[in-house]
């Protein structure tokens, strides 16, 4: 069994930043891609960021390009979400994702076969 646990949400002034981090442990797995995906009160699963682990190749939401930052770390075998210039509409529980099969696109959370549980950011004015 793989399990993803996200570290790093917590409560944060807007404008603030925080960094996300997300620990893969158990089964050894092909690790094809990596993303964050975020679900506000009320709303559907949206996809954040994603990388694919083998080219590095990064991909955004809209509403989220220029101000966050996904990134890897090799020695410690985690990926890591940098949130900068944070805003209001960004409070929601964060999830980590991992993608353990060759897929076409990286934005639908169907594409991931493992899950964190979240890790929540409010952002307060």
């Known amino acids: 069994q793989v399990q993803l646990v996200e570290s790093g949400g917590g409560l944060v002034q807007a404008g603030g930043s925080l960094r996300l981090s997300c620990a893969a442990s158990?089964?050894?797995?092909?690790?094809?891609?990596m993303g964050w995906f975020r679900q506000a009160p009320g709303k559907e699963r949206e996809f954040v960021a994603a990388m694919r682990w083998s080219t590095g190749s990064t991909y955004y939401a809209d509403s989220v390009k220029g101000r966050f930052t996904i990134a890897r770390d090799n020695a410690k075998n985690t990926v890591s979400l940098q949130m900068n210039s944070l805003k209001l509409e960004d409070t929601a529980v964060y999830f980590c994702a991992a993608a353990s099969r060759l897929v076409s696109t990286l934005l639908f959370s169907g594409s991931y076969d493992y899950w964190g549980q979240g890790t929540q950011v409010t952002v307060s004015s």
């Open positions: 158990g089964r050894t797995f092909t690790r094809y891609a």
